[in-house]
């Protein structure tokens, strides 16, 4: 137990100094940190009011209200805010940084895990602006649902536990495409479809037919990240089956994903430079 502990605190105190450092250099680009906050912050307006714009012309999408469809959107940003910082930056640079240029290397030839040091190099606490984002976007959405959910301690326990789960299941999808890498080399990568396919997640699953629904939920389950948490508070009863299920789902595409990567580490070939 003892060594155990010891071994956590290991990874505590690596995690709290590579965090410093990429804090540090993030920092030093204070103009490019001020236009990475505006674009995001721009992005989600225009989304919403898309959705706002839609849901005043019709009432409900599929017996989802406007509050309910934003809290869904609100989730996925929750979700994918706590994924993007640790896992985005890794999941985009893997093939044409890590791969082709050879920089795999590196972690290599350190008495640590590969894989722990590629997501502690890629840190991006930038992107606690996409939580906060998120945080304001839920709460907003959970006042204004019919009934309005009270924000007890309990609901904002729930509603951060379901979005770690979420940002679970982003790391394993993203980690399992990006992880194709080390057998189909490429400086694009294999990352940029699961953005659109994140999107479309975004929306209540019951407008898609049940193929699309049983994609979201098993295939590349992102149902898990948005529209399943948010049936934690609008229909809790129907869902609740799911709303089971999320933490398993979560575990194993996470261990699918660690899989791949470290079976195609078995075939990385340094580039000799």
């Known amino acids: 137990m003892l060594t155990l502990l010891k071994k956590l605190a290991r990874g ?7 965090g410093l450092q990429k804090q540090k250099v993030d920092m030093a680009y204070r103009g490019d940190f001020a236009a990475y906050v505006a674009v995001g912050i721009l992005y989600s307006v225009i989304q919403l009011f898309f959705l706002w714009a839609l849901l005043r012309q019709i009432p409900d999408i599929a017996g989802w209200d406007f509050p309910s469809v934003v809290l869904i959107y609100g989730f996925g940003q929750l979700s994918f805010g706590y994924f993007a910082m640790f896992f985005f930056e890794f999941a985009v640079r893997f093939s044409d940084f890590y791969i082709i240029e050879g920089n795999l290397d590196r972690p290599l030839l350190r008495p640590l895990s590969p894989l722990f040091q590629l997501v502690m190099e890629n840190l991006n606490f930038r992107d606690i602006i ?37 940002a ?92 791949v990567f470290y079976r195609g580490l078995r075939t990385y070939e340094s580039t000799g430079s």
């Not at 505590?12 to 590579?18: A, D, N, Q, R, T």
Request: include cysteine.
């Open 12 to 18: 505590i105190g690596l995690c709290w100094h590579y």
């Open 130 to 166: 996409v939580v906060l984002k998120g945080w304001a976007i839920v709460i907003w959405a959970l006042s204004n649902l019919e009934p309005p959910v009270a924000l007890t301690p309990w609901a904002f326990i729930m509603a951060n536990l379901l979005a770690v789960i979420g």
């Open 168 to 259: 679970v299941v982003y790391a394993g999808a993203f980690l399992t495409v990006a992880s194709l890498s080390y057998w189909v080399k490429d400086r694009v990568g294999f990352t940029s479809p699961l953005f659109s396919i994140s999107e479309a997640s975004r929306y209540p699953l019951t407008i898609y037919n049940p193929a699309v629904q049983v994609f979201f939920s098993f295939v590349i389950p992102f149902g898990y990240c948005a529209f399943y948490p948010a049936t934690y508070f609008t229909d809790p009863a129907a869902w609740s089956g799911w709303l089971v299920l999320s933490p398993f789902v979560a575990a194993g595409i996470f261990i699918v994903g660690t899989l």
